[in-house]
């Protein structure tokens, strides 16, 4: 009768443990239908959320190049090649250095140290957070125009018509033509530069730099971080007449008597400058002048040729390229040449042997203070200390 009675409370408890189970396993299946129904929804809200953001930037990228051709189609309005695409760029800021004209301005940079300019950014166009970071570099890249170029009127020329040279004359080889890409000449198709300059600080929204190779007003189109570990290609092959340092640099440079007072009385009177004391200019002018920033056709004249070289008769000393135009005729028996840097015209000789003398400095009547904000020597000091 016990035996009886336990095998019917295991076969209730079996039941009620089977009915429990079934129970469960029906509301388990229900809570994974629910959750199953919930997912197809949400993936299916995804799904739909996805496709209206491809649309949207499908549309954004339609608007875009439609916008891109309609630009592009009013600039071919306004232009004899009407084959040939056109972007629209401004600058975003211009340089305020210390070569105040072409002459004299490096042909390459960081040849010259103590050479200095203040990029100003328009605000407008580049806010100052843009900036943020930059200072954590050493070096920057410039692109910018070379917008002195005395055959800029080309660029709206048919290039039929343009007659842009595809060889120029390299200073380094004394005068043997190169292909223009195979030089760093500003006499391209497109007068667009690219340089390196070492950052010193950026304040607000102007930046710094020194070892440039950048002429006063110099209009620039944007700024990139050097990066050593890309920018800086080990095993890099280049001619041998691009390594030759001695082609352009002097025998010796050397100051007149009077030349340091004359300079003393020179800089007191100067505005904004960008050099702290004359000495300190003066180093600037030794360090232009240990490369011969003659153009060619300078450099080959005979130095008994009855000439007087003067500002207006410079050549553009950042070029590759001999384009230069003489002064006028003077009743003199040596060549003086002038140097305008930081406002202040420097007249010096050179000697067949490459010495060269600086004579005298004077303000420059030629050069005016192109913007009131202009960079001096006080936006440096707490920035180079």
Request: glycine letters at 4%.
């Amino acid at each position: 009768m016990e035996k009886s009675m336990s095998s019917v409370l295991a076969l209730a408890l079996a039941a009620v443990f089977s009915a429990s189970s079934a129970i469960s396993f029906y509301i388990w299946k229900k809570k994974l239908t629910e959750y199953d129904s919930k997912m197809k929804e949400l993936q299916k809200s995804l799904n739909s959320a996805l496709e209206k953001c491809a649309a949207e930037r499908q549309g954004r990228i339609r608007a875009q190049q439609a916008l891109r051709k309609a630009v592009v189609a009013q600039a071919q309005t306004k232009s004899e090649n009407s084959d040939v695409a056109s972007y629209p760029m401004a600058p975003i800021g211009f340089v305020h250095s210390c070569f105040s004209t072409r002459n004299g301005t490096p042909r390459q940079p960081l040849l010259v140290p103590l050479a200095r300019a203040c990029l100003i950014f328009d605000s407008t166009r580049v806010p100052p957070a843009s900036l943020e970071g930059l200072e954590e570099y050493s070096h920057c890249w410039i692109i910018y125009v070379f917008h002195l170029n005395t055959d800029l009127e080309k660029l709206w020329k048919d290039p039929s018509k343009s007659k842009f040279k595809a060889k120029v004359r390299v200073p380094r080889l004394k005068g043997g033509r190169r292909g223009v890409f195979a030089t760093r000449s500003p006499h391209r198709p497109c007068p667009i530069g690219l340089t390196v300059a070492k950052v010193e600080a950026v304040q607000g929204n102007m930046l710094l730099l020194s070892g440039v190779d950048l002429v006063d007003g110099t209009p620039v189109l944007d700024v990139k971080p050097y990066l050593p570990y890309c920018d800086s290609i080990e095993g890099a092959v280049v001619p041998d007449w691009v390594t030759v340092d001695s082609a352009l640099s002097v025998a010796s440079v050397s100051f007149s008597d009077d030349f340091s007072s004359s300079l003393v009385d020179c800089w007191k009177s100067a505005e904004k400058s960008l050099y702290s004391s004359p000495e300190e200019l003066k180093s600037l002018v030794q360090q232009v002048l240990s490369w011969d920033i003659r153009s060619l056709s300078q450099r080959n004249r005979p130095h008994n040729n009855l000439l007087k070289i003067g500002t207006a008769g410079t050549s553009d000393n950042t070029s590759d390229m001999d384009d230069s135009q003489d002064g006028e005729p003077a009743d003199s028996k040596e060549l003086i040449y002038h140097l305008v840097l930081d406002g202040l015209d420097f007249s010096y000789e050179i000697d067949d042997n490459g010495n060269v003398i600086v004579k005298e400095v004077r303000r420059s009547s030629s050069i005016s203070l192109r913007n009131v904000k202009r960079c001096n020597y006080s936006t440096w000091k707490d920035n180079l200390e």
